[in-house]
């Protein structure tokens, strides 16, 4: 399972298909066999399965057949698009509390790409990990999740903010007029054929107070996303919610147990009982995400195996080492070997 197992509101598809229709496409070749018809786009209360999302894009691009088709449709989306989650971020004390609400309840979102914050110097680097779908969908997701997200920062931190860095892992073979036309996200235009897919901006930013911050409405915010969030989590498992979870915290911040239950708005024993009930515990989880991310790190060969520790939060080479011993019984040396000769 991954993010986008969970049920999500239609207000991302009418989005799309009033895309598509200020590009001349016809409404019933949109909406072609996702199961949807026009009238369901106008009730707030329908939930949709992620599939029929993916039917939704999938017919957008064979019709467009643009590049860079995700990037100009991400930058549609605002903090309205996504109800009370969005609110939430714009009436959030500070930029830091902001990005925090965001990863806390990024299920509650349109987002396909799996989604993590990690403080590296003097910059906070937001990363999107592509999902694992066909190649045409995923550059799409990949580009709208990200350019989505930065106008979120924009909307969120004001007129002011300039993106330090963006990237994308694919190559688009265009020339600097099409972006120049499309592309309005503060920072200059994006590398492609980088490492990964990230948005990077100056870390002092996350201590901006917000022009908007109400505690009274963030704390509503809060809560009804957390009943969303455990409405959809009977469906989905405790085991894989923790998993996310920790997906999503800062790469070096790795979370303890009551940290993780009071994200999950659980107590520690419950949060411990479930995962027991489940087959595993916080402890595997941790070692199975860490793990994750430690290879995914490994992978990109421009980077030490200091650089490594000290990213996910290690004391030093010699930490890292022992814990990815535990993790995998080889040191990171053996397993960077692996990783790069396509062993899993």
């Known amino acids: ?30 909406l072609a066999r996702s199961r949807l018809k026009e009238a369901d786009l106008a009730d707030p209360a329908l939930e949709l399965d992620a599939s029929q999302e993916l039917c939704v894009v999938g017919n957008l ?10 990037l100009e449709v991400g930058m549609r989306y605002n ?20 990005l925090a609400l965001a990863l806390r309840f990024i299920p509650l979102t349109f987002a396909f790409c799996r989604i993590s914050g990690d403080l590296d110097g ?13 190649p045409a969908l995923q550059r799409f997701l990949v580009e709208r999740d990200v350019a989505a997200a930065s106008r979120l920062m924009r909307e969120t931190l004001g007129p002011t903010f300039t993106l330090s860095r963006f990237t994308l892992q694919h190559t688009i073979p265009l020339g ?20 990964s897919n990230s948005l990077s901006f100056d870390r002092q930013l996350l201590d901006l107070r917000l022009p908007q911050a109400n505690p009274v409405t963030v704390a509503m915010c809060e809560r009804a996303c957390e009943e969303l969030i455990e409405r959809r989590r009977a469906r989905l498992g405790t085991r894989e919610c923790v998993r996310q979870y920790l997906g999503a ?39 199975e995400v860490r793990g994750h991310q430690a290879n995914a790190l490994l992978a990109d060969a421009s980077l030490s195996l200091t650089d490594i520790a000290e990213r996910m939060g290690f004391s030093d080479l010699s930490s890292f ?17 692996g990783v790069q000769d396509g062993a899993p």
Request: with cysteine.
């Open 61 to 70: 691009i064979r019709a467009c057949r643009q590049p860079g088709l995700g």
């Open 321 to 337: 080492s022992q814990a990815y011993k535990r993790w995998f019984g080889v040191a990171p040396s053996a397993g960077r070997s």
């Open 249 to 287: 915290a800062p790469l070096n911040m790795a979370p303890d147990l009551p940290q993780a239950a009071r994200m999950l708005g659980l107590s520690d024993r419950t949060l411990k009982r479930r995962l027991q009930d489940e087959g595993t515990s916080f402890r595997v989880l941790l070692a």
């Open 1 to 30: 399972m991954s993010f986008w197992d969970f049920k999500r509101s239609s207000a991302s598809v009418r989005l799309l298909v009033e895309f598509g229709q200020e590009q001349g496409l016809d409404i019933a070749k949109l």
């Open 122 to 134: 003097e910059l906070c680097t937001v990363t999107f990990e592509a999902p694992d779908v066909e």
């Open 176 to 195: 600097a007029s099409w972006l120049d036309a499309h592309l309005n996200m503060r920072g200059g235009r994006p590398e492609f054929g980088a490492h």
């Open 79 to 98: 903090f309205a698009s996504y109800g009370l989650w969005g609110l939430g971020l714009i009436s959030s004390a500070t930029a830091g509390d902001a």
